[in-house]
């Protein structure tokens, strides 16, 4: 098994950034392809960002493409997410999530269900 605890979430003003980070323990951090999702009160889970198990590919949704970064460190077993121009529709519980399945695609990737382990996630407020 795999345990995920996220960190760095607060409470920013708009346009600022935060970086969140995902600490992984339990198995081979690199046999897994990471993302992160969220989740705002009312509304469904939503796909943010994925990175496959070596770093080399990366997916984005459309709404965070251009402002937020995915990043991996294998030998820190830590996932990142730098969050940068944030928008108060950014604002959501963010949870990092790891994948254990044996290809890449961003059909997969995007589908939470498809992943096996979830962290608790971590608050992010973007006030206006």
């Known amino acids: 098994q795999v345990q995920l605890v996220e960190s760095g979430g607060g409470l920013v003003q708009v346009g600022g950034s935060l970086r969140l980070s995902c600490a992984a323990s339990?198995?081979?951090?690199?046999?897994?392809?990471m993302g992160w999702f969220r989740q705002a009160p009312g509304k469904e889970r939503e796909f943010v960002a994925a990175?496959?198990?070596?770093?080399?590919?990366?997916h984005y949704a459309d709404s965070v493409k251009g402002r937020f970064t995915i990043s991996r460190d294998n030998a820190k077993n830590t996932m990142y997410l730098r969050m940068n121009s944030l928008k108060p529709e950014d604002t959501a519980v963010y949870y990092c999530?790891?994948?254990?399945?044996?290809?890449?695609?961003?059909?997969?990737?995007?589908?939470?269900?498809?992943?096996?382990?979830w962290g608790q996630g971590t608050q992010v407020t973007v006030s206006s």
């Open positions: 999530a790891a994948y254990g399945g044996s290809r890449w695609s961003t059909d997969v990737v995007r589908e939470g269900y498809e992943y096996d382990y």
């Open positions: 339990g198995r081979t951090f690199s046999n897994y392809a």
């Open positions: 990175i496959s198990r070596s770093g080399g590919r990366t």
